[in-house]
């Protein structure tokens, strides 16, 4: 039997990540990244992963990443109106404890998160934020939500 494969290592992205996001780049390089994609995202100064107004999610349908760490951001309060939507194959990710809010239609279509944990400082999840979420066996909402 031959060993099983070997998990990619992540791609990092570190730095001015809201330029990124911004000019539209972030979603359209990971748009056409590779199947199994794991990645890493890491600025001091992110404060939100997409606004509340913005009607292209930063890594909307983006189908290959299967794995988003967000501790890496530790100014982060806000994950933005569709930031990860129909990111089809996305089974896990790690927010940070200092996230405040989660956008409308923030995970829409995460067909493949199996479970997610939202940090205890979370208190408000926008409508529509977890749905057609097929494969959410486990979700844990702090109290204040």
């Given at each position: 039997?031959?060993?099983?494969p070997?998990?990619?290592?992540?791609?990092?992205v570190?730095g001015?990540?809201?330029?990124?996001?911004?000019?539209?780049?972030?979603?359209k390089?990971?748009?056409k990244?590779?199947?199994?994609?794991?990645?890493e995202?890491?600025?001091?100064?992110?404060?939100?992963?997409?606004?509340?107004?913005?009607?292209?999610?930063?890594?909307e349908?983006?189908?290959?990443?299967?794995?988003?760490?967000?501790?890496?951001?530790?100014?982060?309060k806000?994950?933005?109106?569709?930031?990860?939507?129909?990111?089809?194959?996305?089974?896990?990710?790690?927010?940070?404890?200092?996230?405040?809010?989660?956008?409308?239609?923030?995970?829409?279509?995460?067909?493949?998160?199996?479970?997610?944990t939202?940090?205890?400082?979370?208190?408000?999840?926008?409508?529509y934020?977890?749905?057609?979420?097929s494969?959410?066996?486990?979700?844990?909402?702090?109290?204040?939500?």
């Amino acid at each position: 039997m031959p060993p099983p494969p070997i998990a990619p290592p992540p791609i990092v992205v570190d730095g001015d990540i809201a330029s990124l996001i911004a000019s539209g780049e972030l979603r359209k390089r990971f748009q056409k990244a590779g199947k199994g994609t794991v990645l890493e995202l890491k600025d001091d100064n992110l404060e939100e992963l997409g606004g509340a107004d913005d009607e292209d999610g930063v890594f909307e349908e983006c189908g290959n990443i299967t794995s988003v760490d967000l501790r890496g951001c530790p100014k982060l309060k806000s994950i933005g109106k569709y930031a990860f939507y129909k990111c089809s194959s996305l089974t896990a990710i790690t927010i940070p404890d200092g996230v405040t809010s989660i956008g409308e239609y923030a995970f829409n279509g995460c067909s493949s998160l199996t479970a997610i944990t939202i940090p205890d400082g979370v208190t408000s999840i926008g409508g529509y934020a977890f749905n057609g979420c097929s494969s959410l066996t486990a979700i844990t909402i702090p109290d204040g939500v």
